[in-house]
T-cell receptor
Framework: DAGVIQSPRHEVTEMGQEVTLRCKPI?????LFWYRQTMMRGLELLIY????????DSGMPEDRFSAKMPNASFSTLKIQPSEPRDSAVYFC????????????FGQGTRLTVV | GNSVTQMEGPVTLSEEAFLTINCTYTATGYPSLFWYVQYPGEGLQLLLKATKADDKGSNKGFEATYRKETTSFHLEKGSVQVSDSAVYFC????????????????FGQGTILTVHP
């Protein structure tokens, strides 16, 4: 398997613009997680899905953030409008509900909002 | 709630030195414990894990033992290399009594390790 695939790897956008981050989880995994990494707050869980259904979005910072998972092989995290404080590395991870499971992470998207 | 606390960093060592990065946790139920490593510019990779008390996880010369009595999972390596320079994250996920979980992770703040030749 190719692992968790995220795109783009880097994104630079102007404040106020819409940003869409994409993730393809590992085939057969039934959980998908979006994390954000910043120097100040470390790794934070934003939202996670089970079988394409959002389970907990309590980590989403504001209404400007939204996430979807239209099918088992694709998820998006959208920020609209973007702000400079959204600058961070966003990671997608997937896992399978089973004994001794582990989460597999993508390479991340480094977002810079200027 | 569940939480993970790592020793303050950064940690700077000379090659072949002994490494310890402390990690303690607070959790209800049956946590599984992990160490993830993040090399510069890359995503997180699982380094090792332990799913029940007294288990020892090991990989690439790194070891950590799940100590329920002290709620700790300290990372150790006997002789570090320059290539071990990275950020190390301790994390936990909650499992049921049979060890089944779905992988939602709670992370520590991360420890930056720099190894000089």
């Amino acid at each position: 398997d190719a692992g968790v695939i995220q795109s783009p790897r880097h994104e630079v956008t102007e404040m106020g613009q819409e940003v869409t981050l994409r993730c393809k989880p590992i085939s057969g995994h039934d959980y998908l997680f979006w994390y954000r990494q910043t120097m100040m707050r470390g790794l934070e869980l934003l939202i996670y899905f089970n079988n394409n259904v959002p389970i907990d979005d309590s980590g989403m910072p504001e209404d400007r953030f939204s996430a979807k998972m239209p099918n088992a092989s694709f998820s998006t995290l959208k920020i609209q409008p973007s702000e400079p404080r959204d600058s961070a590395v966003y990671f997608c991870a997937s896992s399978k509900h089973r004994r001794n499971t582990e989460a597999f992470f993508g390479q991340g998207t480094r977002l810079t909002v200027v | 709630g569940n939480s993970v606390t790592q020793m303050e960093g950064p940690v700077t060592l000379s090659e072949e030195a002994f490494l310890t990065i402390n990690c303690t946790y607070t959790a209800t139920g049956y946590p599984s414990l992990f160490w993830y490593v993040q090399y510069p510019g890359e995503g997180l990779q699982l380094l090792l894990k332990a799913t029940k008390a007294d288990d020892k996880g090991s990989n690439k010369g790194f070891e950590a033992t799940y100590r329920k009595e002290t709620t700790s999972f300290h990372l150790e390596k006997g002789s570090v290399q320059v290539s071990d320079s990275a950020v190390y994250f301790c994390a936990l996920t909650l499992a049921n009594a049979g060890g089944t979980s779905y992988g939602k992770l709670t992370f520590g703040q991360g420890t930056i390790l720099t190894v000089h030749p």
